[in-house]
């Protein structure tokens, strides 16, 4: 996703610097290439060595070591960058940047920069609040530098109060905001359910389905991106909230029921990819089943098939689920089309290679209410999130 962008990253010297290592992560992920500026301060909170080797790239600190690039470093750096962002951003940094101080490599690199330059202050709350340092925020916010202001919460000094930094996800955001992505979702509102549910039999045993999420964690990620308002609500996954989403963690489809239920009013569009489990054990026992010499037999019920649910309160709305099938896939696919009144359904055939649960691709047919069949070849789960997203994109609505 940022294939190709040039991300300098500045770490001053504040105890959130461990939290700058999130970010280094999270920007290669999204295959961006990542050069790291420390202060001679923030090298002695982390070591340049965890951002070399999380970022893969040389780490300056001295503006005087042997240079690595052919031009004179700070210049090179300076000229590379697509982004430069500052986090965190300490009160001495910011300063620094607001009057034109230039005496290290990380403020010599950003006088001398023509790119966006974002900056995240962190610090305590007494120093965050001190004039001095509202008024050089607002001196750069005036000069057109992004600020991402920080949260409010219990400080690593005790203090409780605003200058926490930002969840690295939040910062992530503002990256790609920078960068220019389209912005062709902006005023929509999206709901995504993503991952499995989970059915407890007792208090240790579960039913459940090989669903990784993987599929409606892209949708969210890349609905956020495109500029949408996106709530997640997601079963039990390993993965982390893409930027930009506010995620509601459940675990059974009853509680899933419960959250789209409560979300469903303020959304525009809805994107149904969890792989919600039809049948709930019909006692949850409240301690541990025991042991027998004979069989057990598990009577189970159905849970609310939520899509339906939704199917028949759907109004004006978008409404897009998913199918997986063994069997017949576009005939069983059509037929949930008209069942729970969707504007289309992406139906994942679980015997193509390379399709389905676990794995980073997927192949899907849509299918519309008229029946029309549109067969998107294997391709990452992020590419096919952005195709159905534009076939949302594409619906009028009367
Ligand atoms: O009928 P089937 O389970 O194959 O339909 C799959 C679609 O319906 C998916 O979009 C899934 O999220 C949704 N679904 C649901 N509630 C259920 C079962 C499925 O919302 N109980």
Not at 10 to 15: E, L, N
Not at 220 to 233: D, F, P, T
Request: charged residues 25%.
């Amino acid at each position: 996703m940022l294939k190709g962008k040039k991300i300098i990253l500045g770490v001053s010297g504040g105890i959130a610097a461990y939290k700058a290592c999130e970010l280094v992560s999270r920007l290669k992920k999204l295959n961006a290439e990542v050069h790291v500026i420390m202060t001679a301060s923030a090298a002695k909170f982390v070591t340049p060595l965890t951002f070399q080797s999380l970022s893969l790239n040389q780490v300056v600190v001295d503006m005087f070591e042997a240079p690595n690039y052919w031009e004179i470093e700070h210049i090179s750096l300076a000229k590379l960058a697509d982004v430069i962002v500052v986090a965190p951003a300490t009160a001495n940094i910011i300063g620094k940047l607001a009057n034109g101080i230039a005496d290290d490599m990380l403020s010599t690199t950003i006088m001398a920069t023509r790119a966006k330059v974002i900056i995240a202050p962190a610090m305590n709350t007494n120093m965050y609040e001190n004039p001095v340092l509202q008024r050089n925020i607002r001196l750069l916010s005036e000069l057109g530098y992004t600020i991402v202001p920080p949260d409010e919460g219990r400080l690593a000094c005790g203090d409780v109060g605003k200058g926490r930094m930002p969840d690295p996800s939040v910062i992530e955001k503002s990256i790609i905001d920078l960068l220019n992505f389209r912005q062709d979702m902006k005023g929509r509102t999206v709901l995504v359910t993503a991952g499995p549910t989970r059915e407890a039999i007792d208090p240790v045993r579960f039913i459940s389905n090989n669903s990784t999420g993987k599929m409606g964690y892209a949708i969210a990620g890349q609905a956020a991106l495109r500029g949408a308002k996106v709530y997640l609500v997601s079963g039990p996954t390993i993965l982390d909230a893409p930027a930009g989403v506010e995620k509601y963690n459940v675990i059974s489809a009853e509680e899933m029921y419960n959250k789209v239920m409560e979300l469903f009013p303020m959304c525009d569009i809805v994107i149904k990819a969890a792989a919600v489990a039809d049948y709930a054990p019909m006692t949850s026992y409240s301690q541990k089943v025991k042991k027998l010499d004979s069989e057990l037999e598990l009577k189970l019920k159905r849970n609310p098939d939520i899509l339906y649910e939704l199917g028949k309160i759907k109004g004006n709305r978008i409404l897009v689920g998913f199918a997986m099938e063994t069997e017949n896939l576009v005939e069983n696919a059509a037929e949930k089309v008209k069942k729970k009144n969707l504007d289309f359904i992406a139906a994942n055939d679980l015997n193509e290679e390379g399709a389905g649960f676990a794995v980073d691709t997927n192949a899907v047919k849509l299918i519309d209410r008229e029946g029309n069949v549109e067969s998107i070849p294997l391709k990452t789960k992020h590419e096919v999130a952005d195709i159905i997203l534009d076939r949302i994109m594409n619906i009028k609505r009367t």
